[in-house]
């Protein structure tokens, strides 16, 4: 990458070199769990939560490979590196989350927090990508989780939760700037 890139040549080439397989592994991962949590205990869909951000990026890199795509090719532009710092800006939160629902003794806080934090990673995204529905996606999807946590009772919370995320990623998918992958 050209060192002397104006910040519009880089959010192009973040574009270009992207691909549509992190949105679609999250949507999938998110509604596994989201029907999981409808058949197994309220600590072990909780638990699983934890493992939901280690989970979509292997799946992200073997939907990528099927297509014969590499995930992440662009990785000299330094909007791909701030991107994939930020996801590790948003794993070091996690251990809030754990103390927080440990305290209320309330394993749907994990669901609502990794739901939530997860989310947060679309910011970074819009901003790389040049596009608002970063923010849309990220704003929505905290606001519907909070309401899903907050006005559906068990056993059903858990899996709303994950239904808010899933419908986050339908909208994004829909309305997203296109991406070199997709095309």
Not at 59 to 81: E, R, Y
Request: hydrophobic share 55%; glycine share 10%.
């Amino acid at each position: 990458m050209d060192r002397t890139a104006t910040v519009e040549q880089l959010q192009t080439h973040f574009r270009e070199t992207g691909t549509m397989s992190m949105p679609i592994a999250g949507m999938i991962c998110w509604a596994l769990l989201g029907g999981l949590a409808l058949v197994l205990p309220d600590r072990t869909v909780g638990s699983l939560a934890l493992y939901i951000m280690a989970g979509i990026l292997p799946l992200a890199f073997l939907l990528d490979k099927a297509k014969g795509v590499n995930l992440f090719s662009g990785g000299d532009n330094p909007l791909t590196k701030m991107f994939l710092l930020s996801i590790v800006g948003i794993a070091v939160t996690v251990p809030a989350i754990l103390i927080g629902a440990q305290a209320a003794g309330e394993p749907d806080i994990i669901v609502l927090g990794m739901a939530i934090l997860a989310g947060v990673i679309w910011i970074p995204y819009g901003w790389a990508a040049d596009d608002k529905v970063g923010v849309i996606h990220a704003v929505g999807r905290a606001v519907g989780c909070y309401v899903a946590y907050a006005l559906i009772e068990e056993p059903y919370r858990a899996t709303a939760i994950c239904a808010v995320v899933v419908l986050s990623y339908l909208y994004s998918l829909i309305f997203m700037k296109k991406v070199g992958g997709a095309a």
